[in-house]
């Protein structure tokens, strides 16, 4: 049972890790007129589908991982789940809202985003500014962990410890500069790459997955 839901797990993971390293390649420009643009909604919709699948992973990992003896695995797990499912109104705000403020009213997206100091907007920015906090500190601790334990290949938690922070840092800081969206597609990449190698490895590899984690009731459970 817990073999076949590792499987099931890895091709989510898979399937995530594709859409998430390929999505940038084809994000138009920060900018109301790159909001405009048709492509604009496929792309975040597949965003929003990347994480909607790493969520439906995690849930079939959960019984091995909260399982785990590791305090630091536990926290990196709940961390990253928690952003990520927090990330989906992000997704869905860049998806449908900012279009639709791109054509009825552009100047609101600075006002709402960097400019006002309104109180609900202040607390929509902290909310946002949160959840990428959880996301990008849970991935970090979680793609470390999975060096530690040897879950899987190490570039896999390579790719989850530094893309996602990665990814963060290049949509706040250096996508309306000279860079645009290069340090973003990197980092999305990075991330994407080590969702698909944890997803591979989970299909190909379940069972040295679930001894690794040194639970003997998982094990007697196989």
């Keep these: ?36 643009e048709a492509i604009w909604v496929p792309v975040h919709i597949a965003w929003f589908f990347a994480y909607l699948l790493i969520i439906c992973s995690f849930v079939f990992l959960y019984q091995s991982l909260i399982a785990s003896q590791t305090a630091f695995t536990k926290l990196g797990y709940w961390l990253s789940f928690l952003g990520t499912v927090l990330s989906l109104p992000i997704a869905v705000w860049d ?70 922070p990665l990814f963060w840092i290049g949509a706040l800081f250096f996508s309306k500069g000279m860079l645009g969206n290069l340090i973003t597609e990197i980092g999305a990449v990075l ?18 997955l679930v001894r690794s984690l040194g639970n003997e009731s998982i094990k007697a459970a196989l």
């Design 1 to 36: 049972m817990i073999v076949s839901t590792h499987r099931v797990s890895g091709i989510l993971l898979i399937l995530a890790g594709i859409l998430f390293g390929s999505f940038m390649f084809f994000h138009p420009a920060n900018t109301p007129r790159g909001a405009l």
């Design 191 to 208: 991330f994407g790459l080590g969702l698909l190698i944890l997803g591979i490895h989970l299909v190909s590899n379940p069972l040295p």
């Design 95 to 164: 998806s449908f809202v900012i279009p639709y403020l791109a054509k009825h009213a552009p100047d609101f997206i600075l006002q709402i985003e960097e400019v006002s100091m309104e109180t609900p907007v202040l607390i929509f920015r902290i909310i946002v500014f949160l959840t990428i906090l959880i996301f990008s500190l849970g991935f970090l601790l979680y793609g470390i962990s999975v060096m530690q334990m040897r879950i899987a290949p190490k570039m896999a938690g390579a790719g989850l410890a530094v893309g996602a």
